[in-house]
């Protein structure tokens, strides 16, 4: 590799380190990385994987249906990320920024696997490193690298399954399918969309290697997948009631948002992508988002109208690949859940490194436009997380209102005293703590709060839908905070009613 190349690649991981950790140090904590890092929490201190702080009577996404026994142990898919974290957690201690540390490892983990990956197709650092550099911009992506959700994980050891097989399948094919299928199921294992990176890998065995496979490489494989469920079988086994009863509830859940199979890649694309980048609270410039999505399209449809990648074998079996992962994210992905875009925007930011790499290789006009949408594109993602940066609603927002709830807490500490919230309180005053996440307000559990924390995109999100689906669950809401408490701090974001 040329000296010049490394520089670049240095330069590059030093730019994704920094904005990563901006928005690691700046973003608000929410429900989804205080229900993992909880998890983690209970391992170490218990030996258990519940998320503690969490009802199983008050959970809102399941529109208050009861997760039986979440609170001792989670069984709605492995533990794997969270068995993990609770080891980092051992050596760094638990905090906000440890866990979103622990996620920008797994984001390093991903740029390496995508440059290993165009490098090895392309047989271009060039260009492996335009695609990276394209990755590390994105916001979706430097938001999962900075959250404390599994995704990035799951993401990290799918792209990697893909690199192994690629970069091992020439001159060791066994050993390429043990690696890649290992990580695959690693991935699965670590969340349900590990299904992507595993779906992608087969696809290439049988784009590239169908001639080659045997039945030494079948069984090799299948005892990879032997192994997977017999760690699976190990940690579910001995829940085997409480596995069926929340997977159950959590898997009808999934399955009732899907319409049909046309219908899901349809929504993928006007519901996924609107809501991320043109979402209705949008307003001045906050418009040019929708640009990302759109110079990624022209990105796509550019390198498949490129004749000079389309004769590429290797730039050939890329796009292949983006449409192979784009199908799947379309189907198993019924949810359009945003932060599943970690799984879909590395490939259209490659598909559109290689339009560049090959509009610079043409020259003329083609070059400049080509260019230019990179330029734009990289501008627009700089500017998105510079004005997230700047708000720092960590600082300026979380940390008072946690600060407030503390006081109450000790004002009344000589007395039994229950605060309702969304569970990242957990991260200010410990998942031990007088933290109880119910966002039914104690209608399923009788619980009775002396603290009750509403804030957007939690508590007051789940109101608004109970008072669509459960009319009954949003009056009891309604008759607490006006008739029992008192609103007694409001910063515009976070609302905290006391007695």
Known sequence: MLLSTRVHLAAIVCAFLALAGALSYTKRPWADEAWFANISW???????????????????????????GINREFYIWIPAQEAVNALWYKIAGLHVLTMRAASMLWGLAVLAAWFAIVRKLTNSASTAALAILLISTDFAFLDAS???????????????AIAAYLLLREQRLCLAIAVSQALGVAAGLTHPMGAVGFTTVLFLIFYLDRKRIGRRHVATAMGVYL???????????????LFRAQFGVALAGRVGVTESAGNTFVREFTLKYRDYYLPSYASGVSYLRVLIP????IGVVGAICSRSVRNHAGQRTLLWMTIAAIGSIAVLDSGKLYYYLVHSTPYLAMALSLWVAASWARGGVQRVVACASAVVLIALHAGWIANTVRKDPYHKSFLPMAEFVRQQIHANRDKPFLVMSSAELGFAISFDGPLSDDALLGYGSGRRADVVIMEARSYESHYQGFQRYRPEVAAHIRRLLEQELRLAYNDGYYKVYAR
């Open 294 to 297: 759109a110079i990624y399209l």
């Open 227 to 241: 192994a997977g469920i017999a760690v699976a079988a190990a940690y579910i086994l001995p829940g085997l009631s």
């Open 42 to 68: 209970n391992i170490l201190h218990n030996g258990k994987t519940g998320i503690s702080v969490l009802d199983p009577r008050g959970d809102a996404n399941m529109l208050g249906k009861e997760l039986p």
């Open 146 to 160: 900075s959250d404390g959700r599994m995704d990035i994980m799951c993401a990290g050891l799918s792209y990697n």
